[in-house]
């Protein structure tokens, strides 16, 4: 794959229009179409730019394609409380859209109806259902890609894909109000496809649910900012799958002890 070609699919993976790439690397729209069209080269400071973005290195931009990396091959992370980066830059999942879909309709017919459960605490479920199955079976679940922000994890295209359901009548927004906080709800309009998800996938989404759907959301941003994954990854990059078998008990939901 080439250079150009790989930066447009970076860029429609994660759902981002021309224009906020053109904005970010500084460009306008037209020189920006001349990049994906291969007709014009990216400067060094604008690979680093997109390196950031899609959290992929430099080699990987100039090749053209994601380095599958071993899990074996990451250096071990001597302290996961301090803040630093993964020595390795991680493939990043392609994320399933339909999956993504069917397990947000799946949570809001659980917990949608819970006064706690706006916009804030449903990207922090989902953060902790994708993460949670990899730790537990270096599986994709969703594949959704998370952005480290201030409040704690955000999934990248959370809100194309509500606008799809919306435009659809899947889904519907309503503006609300948590004690004096305003809060963005949203109601299944039709019943989740659980015929994409298997019995597995099923119960550590229950699993979830159970464990962490009556917090609030600043209760799971709080909690969220204490996770490995979140704790290493740099503000505004892409958090990193890889990190999650370095987590600390307290947020691992795997036995390592009775692994070889």
């Known amino acids: 794959m080439t250079q150009h070609t790989f930066i447009k699919r970076l860029r429609e993976e ?9 904005e970010e ?7 920006y179409m001349s990049v994906e069209k ?23 931009l100039q090749q053209g394609k994601r380095m599958n990396i071993s ?28 999956k993504f879909k069917e397990v947000l309709l799946y949570i809001l017919e659980k917990v949608g109806s819970k006064p706690n459960v ?25 594949g959704a890609r998370y952005m480290k922000n201030t409040h704690g994890p955000t ?3 959370f809100t194309k894909i509500v606008e799809n359901m919306k435009a659809k009548k899947e889904i519907e927004e309503i503006d609300s109000k948590y004690f ?6 949203f109601l299944p309009l039709r019943p ?36 490995v994954p979140w704790v290493v990854a740099k503000d505004g990059q892409i958090i990193s799958y890889e990190s999650v078998f370095y987590r600390s008990d307290e947020y691992s939901v795997r036995q390592y002890n009775d692994e070889l």
Not at 180 to 185: A, I, L
Not at 199 to 224: F, P
Request: glycine share 6%; net charge negative; no cysteine.
């Open 14 to 22: 994660a759902g981002f229009p021309q224009e906020k790439m053109a």
């Open 118 to 142: 706006g916009m804030t605490v449903l990207y922090k479920l989902l953060y902790f259902i994708d993460f949670d199955y990899y730790e537990k079976y270096e599986e994709q679940l969703i």
């Open 180 to 185: 004096q906080y305003d809060q963005k709800k």
């Open 192 to 227: 989740a496809d659980l015929s994409v998800l298997s019995g597995q996938e099923k119960e550590l989404i229950d699993g979830v649910l159970a464990r962490l759907s009556d917090k609030s959301g600043s209760e799971l941003s709080k909690y969220s900012h204490n996770d």
């Open 38 to 60: 291969g007709d014009k080269d990216i400067t060094l400071s604008q690979a680093e730019i997109l390196s950031r973005m899609f959290g992929v290195s430099l080699d990987e």
């Open 71 to 98: 899990k074996a091959a990451i250096k071990d992370i001597e302290n996961t409380n301090e803040k630093s980066e993964p020595k390795e830059r991680i493939i990043l999942p392609r994320e399933n859209v339909k």
């Open 25 to 31: 690397l500084g460009m306008s729209r037209v020189s």
């Open 155 to 157: 999934p990248t295209t």
